[in-house]
C-alpha cells in the first residue's frame, strides 16, 4: 500500500495556509502591497496551487473545485467589499453542505462513509469473512451509524467556522484591517477548527476500523489494500 507523501502534504500546508497568511498580515499595508493587491496576491497561492495540482494530476477533483470555488468567493467577498457577515457564511458553507449530505446519505442504501472505506480497504475480502462470520447486517447498521457521527462532526464543524470567522473577520470588507483579519483567521483556523475536525473524523473512522476488526475476526492490517 503507499504511504501519503509527508514532504507534500507540508507544502500544500505552506501554499495554501501559511503563505496566504504572511501576505494578508505583513504585506497587505499601504506601504506594501495595500488591501486590494494584497486580498488577490494572497488568494493567487491556493488558486494557483489547485490550478496546477488539476493540470499534473489531469483530472478536477471535487476537493479542487471546493477550494477554488472557496477562493473565488473570498476574493469577490473583499474586492466587491460586500458586508463582512458573507465572509462567515461562505467559511461555514462548505462543511455544513459536507455535513448535511452525508447525513441526509444515511437514509439512503448507499451511506457516505464506504465511499472513504473503499480506499483503504479490501471490500471483497471484507465482504467475504462478515458473510463466514454472519455479521453482515451487524456491519451494515454500523457503517450508517460512523456515517451519522461523520455528519454531525462536519455540521458541528461548520459551526465552529461560522462563529470563528464572526470572531475574528469583524472589519470592513476592501479595508487593510480587513485583509489583517482575514490573515489570521486564515492561521488561526487550523488549530481553533481544523485540527479538532481531524481528530473527531479520526475518532469515528478509528472506531469503525475497530469494529471491523471485531466483526471479521482479522487484524485490520491484513485488511488493507
Known amino acids: 500500500m503507499s504511504r501519503p507523501n509527508s514532504s507534500s502534504a507540508i507544502v500544500e500546508l505552506l501554499i495554501n495556509a501559511a503563505a496566504?497568511?504572511?501576505?494578508?498580515?505583513?504585506?497587505?499595508?499601504?506601504?506594501?502591497l495595500g488591501p486590494v493587491w494584497g486580498l488577490l496576491v494572497a488568494l493567487a497561492f491556493p488558486l494557483g496551487f489547485s490550478a496546477y495540482t488539476a493540470v499534473r494530476s489531469r483530472r478536477v477533483s471535487p476537493i479542487a473545485l471546493i477550494v477554488i470555488g472557496s477562493v473565488l468567493l473570498t476574493g469577490g467577498i473583499g474586492l466587491f467589499e460586500l458586508d463582512v457577515r458573507w465572509f462567515a457564511w461562505k467559511e461555514a458553507a462548505v462543511p455544513l453542505i459536507m455535513g448535511l449530505f452525508v447525513l441526509v446519505s444515511t437514509r439512503t442504501p448507499w451511506p457516505a462513509i464506504p465511499a472513504l472505506l473503499d480506499p483503504l480497504l479490501d471490500a471483497e475480502k471484507v465482504q467475504a469473512l462478515l458473510e463466514e462470520k454472519g455479521t453482515t447486517d451487524v456491519h451494515e447498521a454500523a457503517l450508517v451509524r460512523a456515517t451519522f457521527w461523520m455528519g454531525m462532526v462536519l455540521v458541528l464543524s461548520a459551526v465552529g467556522t461560522f462563529v470563528f470567522a464572526r470572531f475574528m473577520v469583524t472589519s470592513a470588507t476592501g479595508t487593510e484591517a480587513f485583509t489583517s483579519e482575514l490573515g489570521s483567521y486564515t492561521g488561526w483556523s487550523l488549530a481553533a477548527v481544523g485540527i479538532p475536525t481531524?481528530?473527531?473524523?479520526?475518532?469515528?473512522?478509528?472506531?469503525?476500523?475497530?469494529?471491523?476488526?471485531?466483526?471479521?475476526?482479522?487484524?485490520?492490517?491484513?485488511?488493507?489494500?
Not at 496566504?20 to 506594501?32: A, G, H, K, M, Q
Open 198 to 225: 481531524l481528530v473527531g473524523m479520526g475518532i469515528v473512522l478509528r472506531g469503525l476500523l475497530v469494529g471491523i476488526e471485531d466483526r471479521t475476526g482479522v487484524d485490520v492490517d491484513e485488511l488493507l489494500r
Open 20 to 32: 496566504p497568511t504572511i501576505v494578508l498580515v505583513f504585506l497587505s499595508t499601504e506601504d506594501w
